[in-house]
Every structure is written in structure tokens, then in C-alpha cells.
């Protein structure tokens, strides 16, 4: 059974910066294509970043210049490091599968964004 955990949500200031980090356990994690999806309150689960084969990245264009999705080397574990965070990106952020989400979802981490 496949497990994701995602962390390093919080509470920020417009402007501000976080780092999200997602483990999987249960699967062969570095064979996959993967993504960042969010989902604010009231909308759709939508997706942020993905990062294909050998390292080709996707971006939604409401996230382009600001974020950043990477793995590490051992393809293990997924990051999105997120600039000048605006108070829209505000959601709970989950890691799964791309283009289709083939893990259980994980609990999300919750990132807000205010003054």
C-alpha cells in the first residue's frame, strides 16, 4: 500500500517563502512522473507543477517564476519551494501521480498565505 506524506506547510506573510517536501513509501518512486496539486477552499484540486522523466518541469502559469518543483537524487523524496507567495496560493498542497493520480491522497499540507 502506498503512503504519502507530505510537510512543511505554514503560515506566511504575502512575499513570503516555504519549502514543501513529500515522501512515498510503498512504490517505486523514481520510476514515476509526479506532481504538486492544491486545492483551496470551495474549489477543484488542481495541479501546480510536475516534474516528467529525467527532470522536465510543468508549471501552472498561475505559479510560473514563483515555484519551483525539484527531487532529490535518489528520487526518494519531491519538493516544491515556493517564492513570493501571494495570499491566492493559499490551499492545502498534496503530492501524487502525473497525469493521473494513481496514489491513495495523502493528508495535504496547509499552506496560508496573509497579512
Known amino acids: 500500500q502506498v503512503r504519502v506524506v507530505e510537510s512543511g506547510g505554514g503560515s506566511v506573510q504575502p512575499g513570503g517563502s516555504l519549502r514543501l517536501s513529500c515522501t512515498a513509501s510503498?512504490?517505486?518512486?523514481?520510476?514515476?512522473?509526479v506532481g504538486w496539486y492544491r486545492q483551496a477552499p470551495g474549489k477543484q484540486r488542481e495541479l501546480v507543477a510536475a516534474?516528467?522523466?529525467?527532470?522536465?518541469?510543468n508549471y501552472a502559469d498561475s505559479v510560473k517564476g514563483r515555484f519551483t518543483i525539484s527531487r532529490d537524487r535518489s528520487k526518494t523524496s519531491l519538493y516544491l519551494q515556493m517564492n513570493s507567495l501571494k495570499p491566492d496560493d493559499t490551499a492545502v498542497y498534496y503530492c501524487?501521480?502525473?497525469?493521473?493520480?494513481?496514489?491513495?491522497w495523502g493528508q495535504g499540507t496547509q499552506v496560508t498565505v496573509s497579512s
Open positions: 501524487n501521480t502525473h497525469p493521473k493520480a494513481l496514489w491513495p
Open positions: 510503498g512504490t517505486i518512486f523514481n520510476t514515476l512522473d
Open positions: 516534474i516528467i522523466g529525467d527532470g522536465i518541469t
